[in-house]
């Protein structure tokens, strides 16, 4: 069982930034693809960043484009979101997805939930003045 940690969450201005982490349990993430989802309270869950094991392929929502950046860490094996100009409706818990791929060499994502193996508690970001 993995169990996957967030952190960086905070209260923040709008056109501020925030920078969150995600961390395994398990000292493999290197060989998880890993995304990011938020969710609002009302909404259903949104896929927002999405980056392979090799950090080769990224993708990003639309709502986010432009403004929010995956990364991988692997010498921390770590994933981290930094989120800049940052606006109200950006508020919510945000969740890191990880999904078994076998190799750190491998250049796949997933967008979908459900394609997800393990899943973070999650950490509140709430962008308000």
């Known amino acids: 069982q993995v169990r996957l940690e967030e952190s960086g969450g905070d209260l923040v201005s709008p056109g501020g930034s925030l920078t969150l982490s995600c961390a395994s349990s398990?000292?493999?993430?290197?060989?998880?693809?890993v995304g990011w989802f938020r969710q609002a309270p009302g909404t259903e869950r949104e896929g927002l960043a999405f980056?392979?094991?090799?950090?080769?392929?990224?993708s990003y929502s639309d709502s986010v484009k432009g403004r929010f950046t995956i990364s991988r860490n692997a010498a921390k094996e770590s994933v981290s979101l930094l989120m800049a100009s940052l606006k109200p409706e950006d508020t919510g818990i945000y969740y890191c997805?990880?999904?078994?791929?076998?190799?750190?060499?491998?250049?796949?994502?997933?967008?979908?939930?459900?394609?997800?193996?393990?899943w973070g508690q999650g950490t509140q970001v709430t962008v308000s003045s």
């Open positions: 997805a990880a999904k078994w791929s076998g190799s750190s060499q491998t250049r796949y994502y997933y967008q979908v939930p459900d394609e997800y193996d393990y």
């Open positions: 398990a000292s493999n993430l290197n060989y998880y693809a």
């Open positions: 980056i392979s094991t090799d950090n080769s392929r990224t």
